[in-house]
Protein backbone atom coordinates (compact mmCIF):
# COMPACT_ATOMS: atom_id res chain seq x y z
CA UNK A 1 0.00 0.00 0.00
CA UNK A 2 1.50 3.47 -0.83
CA UNK A 3 2.05 6.12 1.66
CA UNK A 4 -0.44 8.11 0.07
CA UNK A 5 -3.06 5.74 0.28
CA UNK A 6 -2.02 4.94 3.92
CA UNK A 7 -1.99 8.90 4.87
CA UNK A 8 -5.95 9.01 2.98
CA UNK A 9 -7.08 6.09 4.80
CA UNK A 10 -5.72 7.46 8.25
CA UNK A 11 -7.42 10.65 7.13
CA UNK A 12 -11.05 9.46 6.33
CA UNK A 13 -10.98 7.43 9.83
CA UNK A 14 -9.72 11.56 11.23
CA UNK A 15 -12.77 12.74 9.52
CA UNK A 16 -14.97 9.93 10.91
CA UNK A 17 -13.67 10.31 14.10
CA UNK A 18 -14.29 14.03 14.33
CA UNK A 19 -17.73 13.54 13.28
CA UNK A 20 -18.85 10.97 15.39
CA UNK A 21 -16.92 13.18 18.61
CA UNK A 22 -19.27 16.37 17.13
CA UNK A 23 -22.37 13.74 17.47
CA UNK A 24 -21.70 12.45 20.77
CA UNK A 25 -21.08 15.69 22.09
CA UNK A 26 -24.74 16.69 20.12
CA UNK A 27 -26.34 13.89 22.25
CA UNK A 28 -24.81 14.63 25.31
CA UNK A 29 -25.88 18.16 25.57
CA UNK A 30 -29.42 17.69 24.28
CA UNK A 31 -29.44 14.70 27.15
CA UNK A 32 -28.42 16.94 29.68
CA UNK A 33 -30.91 19.78 28.55
CA UNK A 34 -33.54 18.04 28.13
CA UNK A 35 -32.69 16.28 32.09
CA UNK A 36 -32.41 19.89 33.00
CA UNK A 37 -35.44 21.23 31.33
CA UNK A 38 -38.00 18.55 32.94
CA UNK A 39 -36.35 19.66 36.55
CA UNK A 40 -37.38 23.16 35.72
CA UNK A 41 -40.77 22.46 34.33
CA UNK A 42 -41.05 19.91 37.74
CA UNK A 43 -40.11 23.11 39.64
CA UNK A 44 -42.44 25.43 37.69
CA UNK A 45 -45.22 22.70 38.63
CA UNK A 46 -44.34 22.82 42.39
CA UNK A 47 -44.56 27.12 42.52
CA UNK A 48 -48.40 27.16 40.77
CA UNK A 49 -49.24 24.65 43.23
CA UNK A 50 -48.02 26.59 45.81
CA UNK A 51 -49.49 29.51 44.61
CA UNK A 52 -52.80 28.06 43.96
CA UNK A 53 -52.63 26.60 47.92
CA UNK A 54 -50.67 29.69 49.46
CA UNK A 55 -54.19 32.01 47.80
CA UNK A 56 -56.99 29.61 49.42
CA UNK A 57 -54.80 30.03 52.58
CA UNK A 58 -54.37 33.59 52.35
CA UNK A 59 -58.62 33.74 51.73
CA UNK A 60 -59.06 31.70 54.44
CA UNK A 61 -56.86 33.65 56.88
CA UNK A 62 -58.61 36.89 55.59
CA UNK A 63 -61.80 35.92 56.26
CA UNK A 64 -60.52 34.71 60.19
CA UNK A 65 -59.06 38.09 60.91
CA UNK A 66 -62.61 40.21 59.46
CA UNK A 67 -64.66 37.74 61.17
CA UNK A 68 -61.77 37.63 64.92
CA UNK A 69 -61.34 41.70 64.75
CA UNK A 70 -63.40 41.47 68.15
CA UNK A 71 -60.71 38.82 69.48
CA UNK A 72 -57.19 41.22 69.52
CA UNK A 73 -54.50 38.54 70.39
CA UNK A 74 -55.90 36.16 67.64
CA UNK A 75 -56.33 38.65 64.47
CA UNK A 76 -53.03 40.32 65.58
CA UNK A 77 -51.24 36.92 64.94
CA UNK A 78 -53.19 35.58 62.31
CA UNK A 79 -53.20 39.02 60.51
CA UNK A 80 -48.89 38.71 61.11
CA UNK A 81 -49.05 35.06 59.03
CA UNK A 82 -51.81 36.59 56.49
CA UNK A 83 -48.91 38.93 55.68
CA UNK A 84 -46.18 36.80 55.53
CA UNK A 85 -47.95 34.22 53.28
CA UNK A 86 -49.30 37.21 51.11
CA UNK A 87 -44.83 37.68 50.81
CA UNK A 88 -44.47 34.47 49.85
CA UNK A 89 -47.45 34.53 47.04
CA UNK A 90 -45.75 37.39 45.60
CA UNK A 91 -42.27 35.16 45.32
CA UNK A 92 -43.95 32.76 43.94
CA UNK A 93 -45.44 34.14 41.46
CA UNK A 94 -42.22 35.90 40.46
CA UNK A 95 -39.78 32.91 40.15
CA UNK A 96 -42.95 31.76 37.98
CA UNK A 97 -42.24 34.81 35.69
CA UNK A 98 -38.70 34.18 35.38
CA UNK A 99 -38.63 30.34 34.90
CA UNK A 100 -40.99 31.40 31.79
CA UNK A 101 -38.08 33.07 30.61
CA UNK A 102 -35.44 30.66 30.76
CA UNK A 103 -34.08 29.12 27.50
CA UNK A 104 -32.64 25.55 27.87
CA UNK A 105 -31.41 26.34 24.34
CA UNK A 106 -29.75 29.81 25.07
CA UNK A 107 -27.14 30.58 26.40
CA UNK A 108 -25.78 28.14 29.03
CA UNK A 109 -24.15 30.43 31.44
CA UNK A 110 -27.28 33.15 30.97
CA UNK A 111 -29.25 30.04 32.30
CA UNK A 112 -27.45 29.27 35.22
CA UNK A 113 -27.50 32.55 36.37
CA UNK A 114 -31.26 32.58 36.34
CA UNK A 115 -31.90 29.44 37.95
CA UNK A 116 -28.99 30.23 40.75
CA UNK A 117 -30.99 33.69 41.17
CA UNK A 118 -33.96 31.73 41.56
CA UNK A 119 -32.35 29.00 43.66
CA UNK A 120 -31.43 32.14 46.34
CA UNK A 121 -35.18 33.44 45.57
CA UNK A 122 -36.55 30.07 46.94
CA UNK A 123 -34.24 29.69 49.81
CA UNK A 124 -35.10 33.53 50.82
CA UNK A 125 -38.59 32.72 50.83
CA UNK A 126 -38.16 30.09 53.31
CA UNK A 127 -36.09 31.96 55.07
CA UNK A 128 -38.88 34.72 55.68
CA UNK A 129 -42.21 32.07 56.18
CA UNK A 130 -39.74 30.68 58.97
CA UNK A 131 -40.28 33.99 60.93
CA UNK A 132 -44.26 33.46 61.71
CA UNK A 133 -43.37 30.57 63.80
CA UNK A 134 -43.75 32.55 67.01
CA UNK A 135 -47.13 33.46 65.82
CA UNK A 136 -48.60 30.18 66.14
CA UNK A 137 -47.62 30.25 69.83
CA UNK A 138 -49.89 33.47 70.06
CA UNK A 139 -53.43 33.12 68.59
CA UNK A 140 -55.13 31.62 70.99
CA UNK A 141 -54.57 33.91 73.54
CA UNK A 142 -57.96 35.74 75.13
CA UNK A 143 -58.10 38.82 77.53
CA UNK A 144 -59.43 36.23 80.06
CA UNK A 145 -56.41 34.27 79.46
CA UNK A 146 -53.92 37.41 79.72
CA UNK A 147 -55.65 38.69 82.90
CA UNK A 148 -55.77 35.60 84.95
CA UNK A 149 -53.10 33.12 83.63
CA UNK A 150 -51.00 33.28 86.38
CA UNK A 151 -47.10 33.01 86.67
CA UNK A 152 -46.68 29.36 86.10
CA UNK A 153 -48.73 29.78 82.83
CA UNK A 154 -47.04 33.07 81.38
CA UNK A 155 -43.54 31.43 82.42
CA UNK A 156 -44.28 28.53 80.50
CA UNK A 157 -45.48 30.67 77.70
CA UNK A 158 -42.44 32.95 77.69
CA UNK A 159 -40.16 29.50 77.30
CA UNK A 160 -42.68 28.42 74.58
CA UNK A 161 -43.05 31.63 72.45
CA UNK A 162 -38.83 32.67 72.97
CA UNK A 163 -37.80 28.83 71.56
CA UNK A 164 -39.36 29.06 68.84
CA UNK A 165 -38.92 32.79 68.21
CA UNK A 166 -34.93 31.37 68.74
CA UNK A 167 -35.43 28.94 66.67
CA UNK A 168 -36.92 31.07 63.72
CA UNK A 169 -34.32 33.60 64.38
CA UNK A 170 -31.14 31.10 64.08
CA UNK A 171 -32.65 29.60 61.06
CA UNK A 172 -33.29 32.85 59.25
CA UNK A 173 -29.76 33.52 59.89
CA UNK A 174 -28.36 29.86 58.62
CA UNK A 175 -30.77 30.03 55.32
CA UNK A 176 -28.38 31.34 53.18
CA UNK A 177 -26.63 31.02 50.17
CA UNK A 178 -23.43 30.92 51.66
CA UNK A 179 -23.83 28.53 53.99
CA UNK A 180 -25.22 25.80 50.84
CA UNK A 181 -21.84 23.67 51.77
CA UNK A 182 -24.24 22.33 55.15
CA UNK A 183 -25.98 19.02 54.15
CA UNK A 184 -28.86 20.37 56.08
CA UNK A 185 -29.44 23.40 54.63
CA UNK A 186 -29.34 22.00 50.98
CA UNK A 187 -32.08 19.45 52.12
CA UNK A 188 -34.10 22.64 53.09
CA UNK A 189 -33.51 24.36 49.19
CA UNK A 190 -35.30 22.60 45.89
CA UNK A 191 -33.82 19.82 44.66
CA UNK A 192 -35.57 20.32 41.07
CA UNK A 193 -33.63 23.32 40.86
CA UNK A 194 -30.24 22.13 42.09
CA UNK A 195 -30.11 19.58 40.10
CA UNK A 196 -31.26 21.18 36.91
CA UNK A 197 -28.07 23.63 37.67
CA UNK A 198 -25.70 20.44 38.16
CA UNK A 199 -27.21 19.44 34.71
CA UNK A 200 -26.11 22.45 33.32
CA UNK A 201 -22.47 22.52 34.81
CA UNK A 202 -21.98 19.03 33.40
CA UNK A 203 -22.55 20.40 29.88
CA UNK A 204 -20.41 23.13 30.52
CA UNK A 205 -17.46 21.07 31.79
CA UNK A 206 -18.10 18.07 29.22
CA UNK A 207 -17.31 21.15 26.69
CA UNK A 208 -14.15 22.73 28.48
CA UNK A 209 -12.90 18.90 28.49
CA UNK A 210 -13.92 18.26 24.71
Sequence with gaps: MEETDV????QLYDNK???????????IREIQSQKAENSINS?????VLGILAGILWIVFLGF???????????AISAGAILLFNVYAVVAYIWTVVIINGINIAGNITETQQKLTLLQNSFTKIGRVLIL??????TFWY??????????TFWLIQLLVVSFFTGISIYLYRQL?????????VRAIGDSKLRKAIEFLNEIEEFKKGS
Design 7 to 10: KKLW
Design 17 to 27: LEKSLTLNHKI
Design 43 to 47: FRKTQ
Design 64 to 74: LVLNSLDKIYF
Design 132 to 137: QAPFYC
Design 142 to 151: TDELVAHGGT
Design 176 to 184: TPENNHKKW
